[in-house]
Protein backbone atom coordinates (compact mmCIF):
# COMPACT_ATOMS: atom_id res chain seq x y z
CA UNK A 1 0.00 0.00 0.00
CA UNK A 2 1.28 3.53 -0.60
CA UNK A 3 2.16 6.11 2.62
CA UNK A 4 -1.28 6.87 4.71
CA UNK A 5 -1.36 10.16 5.72
CA UNK A 6 0.20 11.47 8.72
CA UNK A 7 -1.58 14.75 9.39
CA UNK A 8 -4.25 12.52 9.43
CA UNK A 9 -3.41 9.78 11.97
CA UNK A 10 -1.95 12.50 14.22
CA UNK A 11 -5.36 14.41 14.04
CA UNK A 12 -7.57 11.41 14.55
CA UNK A 13 -5.30 10.47 17.32
CA UNK A 14 -5.38 13.94 19.13
CA UNK A 15 -9.41 13.71 18.34
CA UNK A 16 -9.67 10.25 19.78
CA UNK A 17 -7.16 10.67 22.98
CA UNK A 18 -4.87 7.53 22.02
CA UNK A 19 -1.31 7.69 20.62
CA UNK A 20 0.20 6.18 17.75
CA UNK A 21 3.22 3.70 17.93
CA UNK A 22 6.70 4.38 16.24
CA UNK A 23 8.93 1.62 16.28
CA UNK A 24 12.25 1.42 14.60
CA UNK A 25 13.80 -0.83 11.86
CA UNK A 26 16.46 -2.77 11.57
CA UNK A 27 16.50 -5.13 9.00
CA UNK A 28 13.82 -6.64 6.41
CA UNK A 29 12.60 -9.15 9.37
CA UNK A 30 12.16 -5.96 12.13
CA UNK A 31 10.29 -3.71 9.09
CA UNK A 32 7.65 -6.92 8.48
CA UNK A 33 7.43 -7.57 12.18
CA UNK A 34 6.18 -3.76 12.67
CA UNK A 35 4.24 -4.30 9.48
CA UNK A 36 2.34 -7.89 10.58
CA UNK A 37 1.91 -6.34 14.14
CA UNK A 38 -0.03 -3.39 12.75
CA UNK A 39 -2.09 -5.33 10.31
CA UNK A 40 -3.19 -7.63 13.78
CA UNK A 41 -3.96 -4.67 15.53
CA UNK A 42 -5.71 -2.92 12.68
CA UNK A 43 -3.66 -0.11 13.86
CA UNK A 44 -1.57 2.43 11.69
CA UNK A 45 2.51 2.52 12.42
CA UNK A 46 5.12 4.91 12.00
CA UNK A 47 8.41 2.99 10.31
CA UNK A 48 11.44 5.07 11.82
CA UNK A 49 14.78 5.35 10.18
CA UNK A 50 16.47 6.12 12.77
CA UNK A 51 20.23 5.99 14.83
CA UNK A 52 21.09 2.74 14.46
CA UNK A 53 20.23 1.34 11.22
CA UNK A 54 21.43 4.68 9.42
CA UNK A 55 25.33 4.27 10.37
CA UNK A 56 24.47 0.53 9.39
CA UNK A 57 23.27 0.66 5.66
CA UNK A 58 22.93 4.05 4.97
CA UNK A 59 19.38 6.79 4.85
CA UNK A 60 18.95 6.18 1.13
CA UNK A 61 19.57 2.31 1.72
CA UNK A 62 17.79 2.12 4.47
CA UNK A 63 14.57 3.94 3.02
CA UNK A 64 14.21 1.76 0.28
CA UNK A 65 14.06 -1.14 1.89
CA UNK A 66 11.52 0.02 4.41
CA UNK A 67 9.31 1.37 1.33
CA UNK A 68 10.15 -1.50 -0.61
CA UNK A 69 8.57 -3.84 2.06
CA UNK A 70 5.88 -1.82 3.35
CA UNK A 71 4.70 -0.64 -0.49
CA UNK A 72 3.96 -4.84 -0.59
CA UNK A 73 2.13 -4.75 2.70
CA UNK A 74 -1.80 -4.24 3.84
CA UNK A 75 -0.85 -2.11 6.41
CA UNK A 76 -1.11 2.00 7.06
CA UNK A 77 2.29 3.31 7.94
CA UNK A 78 4.65 5.93 7.60
CA UNK A 79 8.50 6.04 7.04
CA UNK A 80 9.71 8.71 9.34
CA UNK A 81 13.02 9.55 9.79
CA UNK A 82 14.13 10.16 13.51
CA UNK A 83 16.83 12.47 15.02
CA UNK A 84 17.89 13.64 12.15
CA UNK A 85 20.36 16.64 11.54
CA UNK A 86 20.39 19.15 9.01
CA UNK A 87 21.74 17.17 5.91
CA UNK A 88 19.56 14.85 6.58
CA UNK A 89 16.20 16.21 6.79
CA UNK A 90 17.28 17.65 3.28
CA UNK A 91 18.24 14.02 2.05
CA UNK A 92 14.96 12.53 3.29
CA UNK A 93 12.87 15.14 1.25
CA UNK A 94 14.39 14.26 -1.89
CA UNK A 95 13.71 10.79 -0.97
CA UNK A 96 10.46 10.91 -0.19
CA UNK A 97 9.89 10.45 3.31
CA UNK A 98 6.57 10.98 4.61
CA UNK A 99 7.54 12.10 8.06
CA UNK A 100 10.17 14.08 9.45
CA UNK A 101 12.33 14.77 12.91
CA UNK A 102 14.59 17.22 13.11
CA UNK A 103 17.19 17.14 15.93
CA UNK A 104 18.32 19.91 17.11
CA UNK A 105 18.21 19.64 20.81
CA UNK A 106 21.63 19.74 21.65
CA UNK A 107 21.72 23.66 20.55
CA UNK A 108 20.91 26.68 22.84
CA UNK A 109 17.29 27.57 22.99
CA UNK A 110 17.56 29.78 20.14
CA UNK A 111 19.61 28.00 17.66
CA UNK A 112 17.04 25.09 18.36
CA UNK A 113 14.25 27.30 17.14
CA UNK A 114 15.71 28.76 13.88
CA UNK A 115 17.14 25.53 13.02
CA UNK A 116 13.70 24.02 13.77
CA UNK A 117 11.71 26.93 12.03
CA UNK A 118 13.76 26.74 8.79
CA UNK A 119 13.37 22.92 8.51
CA UNK A 120 9.25 23.53 9.47
CA UNK A 121 9.42 26.06 6.11
CA UNK A 122 11.21 23.74 3.92
CA UNK A 123 9.32 20.11 5.11
CA UNK A 124 6.10 22.30 4.75
CA UNK A 125 6.46 23.08 1.25
CA UNK A 126 6.55 19.80 0.52
CA UNK A 127 3.59 18.39 2.70
CA UNK A 128 5.65 16.87 5.10
CA UNK A 129 4.85 17.46 8.78
CA UNK A 130 7.84 18.14 11.42
CA UNK A 131 8.53 16.65 14.82
CA UNK A 132 11.07 18.32 17.19
CA UNK A 133 12.60 18.09 20.70
CA UNK A 134 12.76 19.95 23.46
CA UNK A 135 14.67 19.23 26.36
CA UNK A 136 17.38 16.65 26.62
CA UNK A 137 16.61 12.51 26.79
CA UNK A 138 19.73 10.78 28.86
CA UNK A 139 20.46 7.28 27.77
CA UNK A 140 19.77 4.53 30.24
CA UNK A 141 22.19 4.08 33.19
CA UNK A 142 23.73 7.99 32.39
CA UNK A 143 23.54 10.02 35.89
CA UNK A 144 21.14 12.87 35.57
CA UNK A 145 20.70 15.76 37.14
CA UNK A 146 16.98 16.05 35.73
CA UNK A 147 16.82 19.60 36.25
CA UNK A 148 19.32 19.83 33.43
CA UNK A 149 17.45 17.56 30.88
CA UNK A 150 13.04 18.09 32.01
CA UNK A 151 11.46 20.49 28.96
CA UNK A 152 10.71 23.65 30.43
CA UNK A 153 7.35 24.72 29.98
CA UNK A 154 7.63 28.25 28.73
CA UNK A 155 10.19 27.28 26.68
CA UNK A 156 8.08 24.49 24.69
CA UNK A 157 5.11 27.73 24.95
CA UNK A 158 7.51 29.82 23.05
CA UNK A 159 9.67 26.87 20.24
CA UNK A 160 6.04 25.51 19.46
CA UNK A 161 4.58 29.77 18.78
CA UNK A 162 7.95 30.68 16.97
CA UNK A 163 8.73 27.08 14.72
CA UNK A 164 4.75 26.38 13.66
CA UNK A 165 6.67 22.50 14.24
CA UNK A 166 3.69 20.06 13.90
CA UNK A 167 4.60 17.81 16.98
CA UNK A 168 6.57 18.18 19.51
CA UNK A 169 9.08 15.57 21.50
CA UNK A 170 9.47 16.35 25.23
CA UNK A 171 11.83 15.18 28.03
CA UNK A 172 9.70 14.27 31.47
CA UNK A 173 11.60 11.66 32.95
CA UNK A 174 12.36 9.34 30.46
CA UNK A 175 15.51 7.48 29.22
CA UNK A 176 16.76 6.10 25.76
CA UNK A 177 17.21 2.34 27.07
CA UNK A 178 15.46 0.74 29.86
CA UNK A 179 16.51 1.00 33.32
CA UNK A 180 16.89 -2.54 35.20
CA UNK A 181 14.42 -2.84 38.12
CA UNK A 182 12.52 0.66 37.66
CA UNK A 183 10.42 2.41 35.22
CA UNK A 184 12.05 5.98 34.52
CA UNK A 185 9.92 8.77 36.93
CA UNK A 186 7.61 9.93 34.57
CA UNK A 187 6.73 14.04 35.13
CA UNK A 188 2.76 13.30 33.99
CA UNK A 189 2.15 16.52 35.33
CA UNK A 190 4.97 18.37 32.92
CA UNK A 191 3.56 16.69 30.21
CA UNK A 192 -0.08 18.18 30.86
CA UNK A 193 1.05 21.45 31.23
CA UNK A 194 3.15 21.33 28.16
CA UNK A 195 0.15 19.98 26.24
CA UNK A 196 -2.10 23.19 27.61
CA UNK A 197 0.64 25.68 26.88
CA UNK A 198 1.57 24.20 23.45
CA UNK A 199 -1.69 22.99 22.09
CA UNK A 200 -0.01 20.61 19.60
CA UNK A 201 0.47 16.73 19.82
CA UNK A 202 3.15 15.39 22.31
CA UNK A 203 5.99 13.05 21.55
CA UNK A 204 7.68 10.15 24.05
CA UNK A 205 10.78 9.03 22.83
CA UNK A 206 12.19 5.92 25.45
CA UNK A 207 9.11 4.38 26.00
CA UNK A 208 10.58 1.23 26.91
CA UNK A 209 10.70 0.19 30.16
CA UNK A 210 7.80 2.17 31.04
CA UNK A 211 4.67 0.51 32.71
CA UNK A 212 1.56 0.36 31.07
CA UNK A 213 -0.11 2.80 34.17
CA UNK A 214 2.48 5.34 32.95
CA UNK A 215 2.01 5.01 29.61
CA UNK A 216 -1.74 5.21 30.32
CA UNK A 217 -0.82 8.49 32.20
CA UNK A 218 0.94 9.67 29.58
CA UNK A 219 -1.35 9.09 26.87
CA UNK A 220 -4.39 10.94 28.96
CA UNK A 221 -1.98 13.61 29.60
CA UNK A 222 -1.36 14.57 25.74
CA UNK A 223 0.93 12.27 24.14
CA UNK A 224 0.17 11.41 20.69
CA UNK A 225 3.20 9.43 19.63
CA UNK A 226 5.66 6.82 21.40
CA UNK A 227 8.55 5.71 20.18
CA UNK A 228 10.01 2.27 21.14
CA UNK A 229 12.91 0.13 19.75
CA UNK A 230 14.79 -1.25 22.72
CA UNK A 231 11.66 -3.55 23.71
CA UNK A 232 11.45 -4.71 20.46
CA UNK A 233 14.76 -5.50 20.07
CA UNK A 234 15.20 -7.83 22.95
CA UNK A 235 12.04 -9.51 21.65
CA UNK A 236 13.83 -9.95 18.38
CA UNK A 237 16.70 -11.03 20.01
CA UNK A 238 14.96 -13.32 22.70
CA UNK A 239 13.89 -15.60 19.60
CA UNK A 240 17.19 -15.95 17.68
CA UNK A 241 18.39 -17.12 21.21
CA UNK A 242 15.76 -19.86 22.25
CA UNK A 243 16.07 -21.36 18.89
CA UNK A 244 20.20 -21.11 18.63
CA UNK A 245 19.74 -22.27 22.28
CA UNK A 246 18.79 -25.65 21.34
CA UNK A 247 22.28 -26.40 19.04
CA UNK A 248 22.52 -25.56 15.64
CA UNK A 249 19.73 -24.50 13.60
CA UNK A 250 19.43 -22.65 10.79
CA UNK A 251 19.87 -18.82 10.42
CA UNK A 252 16.25 -18.06 8.84
CA UNK A 253 15.06 -20.48 11.64
CA UNK A 254 16.23 -18.10 14.44
CA UNK A 255 15.27 -14.71 12.58
CA UNK A 256 12.18 -15.99 11.81
CA UNK A 257 11.52 -16.68 15.77
CA UNK A 258 12.98 -13.36 16.72
CA UNK A 259 10.36 -11.72 13.56
CA UNK A 260 7.26 -13.71 15.50
CA UNK A 261 8.32 -12.52 19.09
CA UNK A 262 8.66 -8.73 18.14
CA UNK A 263 5.20 -8.79 16.14
CA UNK A 264 3.74 -10.49 19.53
CA UNK A 265 5.94 -6.61 21.49
CA UNK A 266 4.49 -4.65 18.85
CA UNK A 267 1.22 -5.88 18.91
CA UNK A 268 1.06 -5.23 23.16
CA UNK A 269 2.65 -1.86 22.63
CA UNK A 270 -0.18 -0.49 20.13
CA UNK A 271 -2.63 -1.85 22.63
CA UNK A 272 -1.09 0.09 25.58
CA UNK A 273 -0.98 3.01 23.48
CA UNK A 274 -4.55 2.74 22.71
CA UNK A 275 -4.00 2.45 18.77
CA UNK A 276 -5.29 -1.07 18.50
CA UNK A 277 -8.57 -1.35 16.02
CA UNK A 278 -8.70 2.89 15.55
CA UNK A 279 -8.14 2.45 11.35
CA UNK A 280 -11.22 0.60 11.57
CA UNK A 281 -12.96 2.97 13.87
CA UNK A 282 -12.11 5.94 12.25
CA UNK A 283 -13.27 4.79 8.79
CA UNK A 284 -16.63 4.02 10.51
CA UNK A 285 -16.64 7.81 11.85
CA UNK A 286 -15.80 8.83 8.84
Sequence with gaps: MPYADPWKLINQAQAGGYAVGAFNMHSEETTEALLWAAIEANAPVFLQVGRAIVPHMGLRRAFEMTKRIAEASEAEYVIHLDHGPWDEVLEAIKLGFSSIMCDYAHLDLDANIANTRRTVEICHDFGIPVEAELGRIPDAGEEVDWDEYL??????????????????????????????????PLDIPRISAIRDATGIPLVLHGASGVSAEDVRAAREAGIRKFNADTDLRHAFRSGIEAVWSHGDSQFEDAVAEGRRRMTVAAVDKLRQYGACGTLGAASDAA
Excluded at 158 to 179: M, N, P, Q, W
Design 151 to 184: TDVGEAERFAKETGVDLLAVSAGIVHGTVDGKSP
